[in-house]
């Protein structure tokens, strides 16, 4: 499997807790020195045997492309995606009605980076993303996540609606997120399995996922805009169902 740089302090520490392989840390010279600053994830790194090298800061500007490296960057595998089966077994595992992500070609890396570290934050057990005409797990995903990409797990599949079919066959009650639908989001019961399908930034469902969907709500948009972002409208519904579990 071919290798990848990943870059940002926070992603990088949470690759090496999740133990995710990795060749080797590129630190900018002069940093890390000190009890502050990088010296923590340099520790950890040495503690694990990973390999960390000083080099220009410019070096690792040029690898960075643009972004923030925060003056460390790795070397690390790349990720590697789960199956479905796997998303019900972790379900099955943690001893909780399965609940899932279905998003529904989501091409905004940073829309995807803040849904995982949400998800990850409110328990779900799995996200499902197409291969096609959608974003995948990049070090943009993982920055944005704060690493959260580490530990929730993401399928990529080929066809969304074929998945839809097979979670509906297995007891899970599709909810999408539609900016039309008569249903309010807080009027479902997210106790049972559930999977929230959220759509493209700008077109939404597609028709035919949407067409599958057991319940399609929206959220209540008091002021002038009239929808949220994607990555906002995921986080509302992702807590909604916490807090209707947790009653």
């Avoid at 998003?103 to 890396?109: H, R, S, W």
């Avoid at 929808?227 to 992702?238: C, E, I, K, T």
Wanted: include cysteine; glycine fraction near 12%.
């Amino acid at each position: 499997m071919e290798n990848e740089w990943l870059i940002g302090r926070q992603a990088i520490r949470e690759a090496i807790r999740a133990g995710r392989n990795m060749e080797k840390l590129l630190v900018a010279e002069g940093a890390g020195r000190g009890r502050g600053g990088l010296a923590p994830l340099l520790e950890e790194a040495r503690k694990m045997g990973i390999p960390v090298q000083h080099v220009p800061r410019k070096k690792l500007d040029g690898l960075a492309e643009g972004g923030n490296h925060q003056g460390v960057i790795a070397r690390v595998e790349a990720y590697r995606y789960a199956e479905l089966e796997d998303l019900f077994r972790r379900a099955e595992s943690r001893g909780e009605p399965p609940f899932f992500l279905l998003l529904d070609g989501m091409e905004d890396p940073h829309n995807l980076g803040s849904i995982l570290r949400t998800a990850d934050a409110a328990g779900v057990h799995g996200v499902v993303i197409p291969k096609r005409r959608a974003a995948g797990l990049t070090r943009t995903v993982a920055k944005t996540s704060a690493g959260a990409v580490e530990h929730v797990l993401v399928a990529r599949v080929t066809n969304l609606n074929r998945v839809a079919d097979e979670m509906k066959e297995r007891g899970v009650w599709l909810v999408g997120s539609d900016a039309d639908a008569s249903g309010m989001y807080d009027t479902v019961d997210y106790s049972g399995p559930t999977a929230l399908v959220i759509g493209n930034e700008g077109k939404g469902i597609s028709r035919l996922l949407k067409q599958k969907c057991d319940f399609l709500v929206r959220l209540p948009m008091k002021g002038s805009v009239s929808s949220l972002n994607a990555s906002v409208a995921g986080a509302l519904l992702m807590y909604e169902v916490v807090r209707d579990r947790g009653r």
